[in-house]
């Protein structure tokens, strides 16, 4: 490893620049934590003390009820961890008694789906098989159009809450929307990989259908697939209490929002990767920190990296991707958009989000094809190395702010979030909005300096 010391080594900034970056960023940090801590120790017995609860002792910290989908998860992790035992030591049973491919994909195959019929019932097993079944017929004809409009019907169709309770039943509506939707990303990429190769081996296809053999790459025809992780999970705050916080006590919240919705990532990813693992998978790797991820093209790129492949693989590089123009390019990803805005459950909140989402990514685009261009290359050598870097930062600052904004109808709920946005950004100074911009900026400026060096660092490791 190295030191923070090599790291600072080879800046173009003078050194009292960057070392005046890491201090304002890190102060800026460190004081909207302590306003939320304080402010929250006035609040939490007046406006949250019937969502709180005891927490393990040793922390002295109440826990918060409110994120339902967190404890549904930690609810079921006893019962959905031993299932997922039965389903390695079936794996590794098949492994030590040498049994064929065939014979492993039968036992799994059997394995995996009485282990699910028992979380979400056999209406919804017998669903997820015809499904399968329709989508393997359709591929063998070769129709990747098809393919689209069978999958992309269904998944709109069951985004009504009566039709997801008929399939789940009422108690398992909660489990059963983010393994339907992972189910269907992944029929995707089987349904159009065999439309185009044409390949006639339903064994593979009917693995589709069991969460957990989905990870065994030895019976999957496609290699790069998305890893089963949950659905993006909601917070949930209480708007009486957030407009009684300050302003930079909300830019604490945003900020220990964004960092508790990658932490609760980082633990699904693992622990499904771990899983994997000892099923001779290799996962994808974790998200990473959104602390120093300063462009949100990037942020799609690293923080769900299965997903991202997926979409590049078949959304955007069939429809053209970047390389037939910026228009086409455009369009392309307008359509990845959409299909995460309709995937993700058709929401006002999640419109909000995608679509503001696809805005900042086009600019960042235009940015880069402007920067390309003959007048940009012009502009960029009329001023130096320096000047250039103070210029970049700038500009990513205002795209950064609004996808953190953005961000909020992610992990917030509509309400909240709208909330959060006008205290912070309507209601706010512009001495106290001038303030944020500058931390901002010299966060970006720490972000691109550390994203620099670190790829440096990896690239030598090989």
């Known amino acids: 490893m190295f030191t923070f010391q090599e790291i600072m080594l080879q800046d173009i900034l003078p050194k009292w620049e960057r070392w005046a970056y890491w201090v304002i960023e890190i102060y800026g940090i460190v004081y909207s934590w302590w306003r939320v801590f304080v402010e929250g120790e006035a609040l939490k017995n007046r406006n949250l003390h019937n969502k709180l609860h005891k927490n393990w002792s040793f922390l002295d910290r109440p826990y918060d009820s409110t994120d339902y989908l967190w404890s549904q998860w930690m609810i079921n992790l006893k019962f959905h961890l031993i299932l997922c035992l039965i389903h390695i030591a079936t794996s590794q049973i098949c492994r030590l008694m040498r049994f064929s491919v065939a014979m492993r994909q039968c036992g799994l195959v059997l394995c995996d789906l009485g282990c699910l019929c028992m979380v979400f019932g056999y209406r919804a097993i017998v669903f997820c098989l015809l499904k399968t079944l329709l989508v393997y017929l359709i591929s063998q004809l070769g129709s990747v ?6 999958l992309g019907g269904e998944i709109i169709v069951c985004h009504i809450p009566e039709v997801r309770s008929l399939l789940s039943g ?12 992972f189910l269907n990303i992944k029929l995707i990429s089987f349904g159009v990989d065999n439309a185009q190769l044409i390949r006639k081996n339903f064994q593979n296809k009917i693995c589709v259908s069991s969460e957990t053999t989905l990870n065994e790459k030895k019976i999957t025809s496609t290699d790069d697939i998305t890893q089963p992780n949950e659905t993006p999970l909601t917070g949930n705050t209480k708007s009486s209490a957030l407009k009684k916080l300050s302003f930079w006590a909300l ?25 994997g693992r000892f099923d001779g998978v ?37 429809l053209g991707g970047s390389r037939h123009g910026l228009i086409r390019q455009l369009a392309a990803s307008g359509v990845a958009f959409l299909f995460l805005y309709v995937w993700h459950g058709g929401t006002l909140d999640l419109f909000i989000w995608c679509f503001g989402n696809y805005l900042v990514c086009s600019i960042e685009q235009i940015g880069v094809a402007v920067e390309r261009s003959l007048l940009g290359q012009r502009l960029v050598s ?32 509509l309400d909240d979030a709208r909330e959060m946005f006008e205290n912070i950004v309507l209601k706010s100074s512009w001495l106290q909005l001038g303030t944020m911009v500058g931390i901002f900026y010299a966060g970006i400026h720490n972000a691109k300096f550390l994203d620099c060096k670190l790829s440096k660092h990896y690239k030598k490791l090989g």
């Open 145 to 150: 159009a098809g393919i689209w409009i069978v």
């Open 170 to 181: 009422h108690s398992r509506t909660v489990e059963f929307e983010p393994a339907l939707a």
């Open 251 to 275: 830019g604490g919240v945003g900020h220990l929002v964004g960092q508790f919705f990658m932490i609760k990532y980082v633990v699904f990813y693992g622990f499904g990767g771990q899983l």
């Open 282 to 318: 290799n996962p994808y790797p974790e998200p990473r920190c959104v602390s120093w991820v300063y462009s949100y093209t990037d942020m799609w790129k690293y923080f769900d990296t299965g997903l991202y492949k997926f979409i590049k693989t078949y959304i955007y590089v069939p």
């Open 382 to 413: 009329a001023v130096g190395p320096v000047m250039q870097l103070r210029i970049k930062c700038l500009l990513l600052v205002f795209a950064h702010k609004a996808s953190c904004f953005q961000a909020f109808f992610l992990v917030l709920y």
